[in-house]
């Protein structure tokens, strides 16, 4: 064989690597690739609300330079207010082959691309945008590709890689035809990318820290996937209370750490998320992109050069974060891990989503005990109300009999039976009238004491209802100058007045027992309505209670089905995700033997001992690779 040098053997290290990571994808996602070929492309996607900077942060990683930085964006805009969505789908950037705009569907045909000035451009980007509006879920294009003018460009790249960076559509969309559309695209392209970057400002960053917020469940995953997750904060140097901290920081010490500025952020998610206590730091990016940025540079440069120099530590790093995505080692590392990532972000939910679960049961659970003490509340009310009404009624009715009995004590009998005796009297005078007129009258008021006495305690008898008819008959007699009545007509016109006003002693005293009684009935039935009311507007407040519960019951019954459908869901994905992992394993181990077994050939024909030498080093690396990937350390002999 002719003679190699280490650096032409050392150039097979990782083609088993790209070989094993392609042909898995092939497999699995077939439209991730359109040829065979091996592809040596970083796919990164950003994700994030609307108008946080993630259109900035993705021109600046390309290199779009800042005097051109507004006029990109101009264009991009597609004439559209500041304050809404810029993006309309999905959209690959790219830098142009020449100084024109290049706007086409991704895998579309070279042939079909136009040639755009600035102008056409925003025209273009307009016209996709209201397509997306209108159709919403049913608009075809879900990834376009815009090529920026290279004149727009920078010279340098993250060191020449093939960087295809996805802006993905804002998390909250303000058109509800935009939000079906984002729903239907984000989760695959989620899914495709090598490095995801979570975005939001400093001071809303509970956009993506919070569960939430994050509408995909594989973005919930940043928490225990570091190696793929980065979070950037934007607007951080322009916030008083960040500009503050690196102020103070600056001044104590000269300089600003980033671990200091990471551990200052890592302590506002754990104040927004007190459940949350992961160490989450080297996922952090405190930046400034954009005008904002921009704005800062031009107010005033030397005193601004410590956030200059603090923003372009996190800027350098997160490129490298990028650079390093590429690696196919890293690359396969990713792969091993989905398994096990999957698997403990699969626990973690569960162990969340089963607290809430419980404390949903713990909820129904009470509303049915609430439920069931407000219907023995209930139940004991109406017994209480039907007790007091049946109490009221034989009260009444013993209320009824007295009043008649007392009525009937004042008969008109008496009177008749005197009446006769004394109009058949032999003696004809005053004094038998008088007598016949005041033996009555006490007869009526012993009565009516009796009467009096019986009620004490229930119905408040008043004083006798005397006549004055009375006084006044009593005087007429008294004024005759004499006893003896010398006719009969006189005499017996007296007795039938004094009978009368007797009659009318009577009616009077009837109608004073009437008005007691009666009064006593009124004031009982009052007493009765008014307990009866007062129980059944406690029983109307329960009953209003108890559908609202039953009400609340239902959508606490329907959360918790709807949750337990999701979690079902949920755990389908992640286990169709650690099937993945499981078949990843094996294309990896293949390609791995696959490799050595080709390698070992190629250093056992070799006659040349030191090419010889070079495979087998090349061999022993590729061993060190393996244990990497596996996440093992190479054992020490």
Known sequence: MNKLTWSEVYQHRFEWAKSAHSKFMLN????????QEIKDQIFVAVYGPSQVG??????????VLPEHH??????????????????????????????????????SSSKNRKKLNNDEAKKELAEIRSKMEDMGGRYKIEEIDISIPEVYISNSRIKNKDIVIRDLPGVKAENDNEREFVSKVIKDKIEKSDLV????????????????????????????????????????????SSLKLCTQLYDSRGSIDID???????KQIHTLDSDFRSDVKSQLYALEVGDSWYKLLTDNKEEQQPLIDTRKVFFDELKEVIYSASNPIIRLCHGYQIGEISKNFK??????????????????????????????????????????????????????????????????ASIEELYETVKESEQKNTTVLAGYLLQNIEKFKIKWDEIK??????????QFPYLNDIDDVNSHLKNYNFKTYFFNDKFNNDLNKIKAILGNQLLTIRDSLKEHFSGYLDKIKIEINLRVSKYRNFIAKLEKRKIYLVKTKYILI???SSLEDKLKIFNYSRDLEIEHSEKFSVFVNNEFKVALKKLSGYAKKETDNITMLYWIMLIRQLNIDFKVVEGKNERKK
């Open 558 to 560: 329907q959360d918790k």
């Open 28 to 35: 699995f996602d077939n439209d991730l690739y359109s040829t």
């Open 347 to 412: 626990l973690e939910k569960n162990q969340e989503v089963n607290i809430t679960l419980a404390n949903l049961e713990k909820e129904i659970s009470n509303i049915n005990e609430e439920i069931r003490e407000n219907n023995n509340i209930i139940d004991n009310y109406r017994k209480s109300i039907n007790e007091e009404i049946e109490t009221t009624n034989s009260q009444i009715k013993e209320i009824q009999n007295l009043y008649h009995k007392c009525n009937n004590v004042f008969s008109e």
């Open 54 to 63: 993630k259109t900035s942060l993705i021109l600046e990683l390309i290199g």
């Open 70 to 107: 507004g006029k990109v964006q101009n264009v991009l805009r597609a004439n559209r207010d500041y304050g809404k969505s810029a993006t309309a789908t999905v959209v690959r950037y790219r830098t142009s082959i020449n100084n024109y705009w290049y706007i086409n569907e991704v895998n």
């Open 197 to 240: 970057l979570l975005v939001t400002t400093i001071d809303n960053m509970g956009l993506v820290v919070q569960p939430e917020n994050l509408e995909i469940d594989n973005l919930q995953k940043w928490k225990v996937n570091p190696q793929r997750f980065k979070i950037i904060f934007t607007r951080f140097y322009s916030d008083d």
């Open 260 to 266: 200091d500025v990471r551990t200052h952020i890592q």
């Open 453 to 462: 006495r019986e009620c004490i305690g229930s119905i408040d008898i008043s």
